[in-house]
């Protein structure tokens, strides 16, 4: 057990230094890692040295237990209903687009955001009585709105002008779906959540819970090597809003 620990403590550190050195991120979110391996660490300490068997009272060792094994049963179920929008399409025909936004940088929209306007793209040519909804404001390290970068990517890639709304005032994924509501009939209109394959579940049961009758998820690809961070985001993004009542 102490050496399968180690070994793990050390494989969270080497994931959170490789994010902080070579990958860009949005969010300082990845440092869980690090604060994950240190406390594995330190508990492989613990039997190695006899300290949890020996010095550590028995209800807490059982009380910690319990809640380790309660998390992992959590994290497993919430992991698995995320993973279980990974593959949604949606149908042909959709009235609208719902994208719902992520950082901007200097130079554009982030890779996550990219990946997302991509779909968008192609569901847009495919159906030309499409229209979008790009959605997002702006944030303290943006230089414009998330909704006019997505506005100026898909009309530098062909979208006419015509089929794109913008949305500027929301900051995180309920406000999305609320406000792009007041864009659309929500009870009549067909409507696609274009997202990150991750973000695809809660986006869409937010959506419902916001009173959309015909919603579908749209799931563009994550980043390949930020998708463990972004699962492990998720999870507490579904916990937030489901505890909030938002979901």
């Known amino acids: 057990?102490?050496?399968?620990?180690?070994?793990?403590?050390?494989?969270?550190?080497?994931?959170?230094?490789?994010?902080?050195?070579?990958?860009?991120?949005?969010?300082?979110?990845?440092?869980?890692?690090?604060?994950?391996?240190?406390?594995?660490?330190?508990?492989?300490?613990?039997?190695?040295?006899?300290i949890w068997l020996e010095q550590i009272p028995l209800w807490f060792r059982r009380m910690f237990t319990l809640l380790i094994c309660i998390g992992i049963f959590v994290f497993v179920f919430v992991e698995g209903c995320i993973i279980s929008a990974f593959m949604q399409k949606g149908p042909q025909g959709l009235d609208y687009l719902i994208v719902l936004g992520a950082q901007m940088k200097s130079n554009g929209p982030s890779k996550a955001l990219q990946y997302r306007l991509d779909e968008a793209?192609?569901?847009?040519?495919?159906?030309?009585?499409?229209?979008?909804?790009?959605?997002g404001g702006q944030g303290k390290d943006e230089y414009i709105s998330e909704?006019?970068?997505?506005y100026d990517y898909l009309v530098a890639k062909g979208?006419?002008?015509?089929r794109i709304i913008q949305e500027e005032q929301s900051k995180n994924t309920f406000q999305n779906l609320t406000y792009s509501a007041e864009l659309l009939d929500k009870e009549r209109n067909l409507v696609g959540i274009v997202s990150n394959n991750f973000h695809i579940f809660r986006a869409v049961k937010i959506a419902r819970k916001a009173g959309y009758q015909e919603v579908y998820g749209i799931a563009a690809k994550g980043e390949p090597f930020l998708q463990l961070n972004n699962m492990m985001r998720e999870f507490f993004g579904v916990l937030k809003d489901f505890l909030a009542g938002n979901m």
């Open 159 to 162: 979208i006419g002008p015509d």
């Open 1 to 50: 057990m102490y050496s399968f620990l180690l070994i793990l403590g050390l494989l969270f550190i080497l994931y959170f230094l490789c994010i902080a050195f070579f990958v860009s991120h949005g969010t300082n979110f990845y440092f869980i890692w690090l604060f994950m391996g240190v406390g594995t660490i330190v508990l492989a300490i613990l039997l190695k040295k006899d």
């Open 121 to 135: 793209i192609v569901y847009l040519e495919e159906n030309p009585d499409t229209k979008a909804i790009v959605s």
């Open 147 to 150: 909704a006019q970068g997505m």
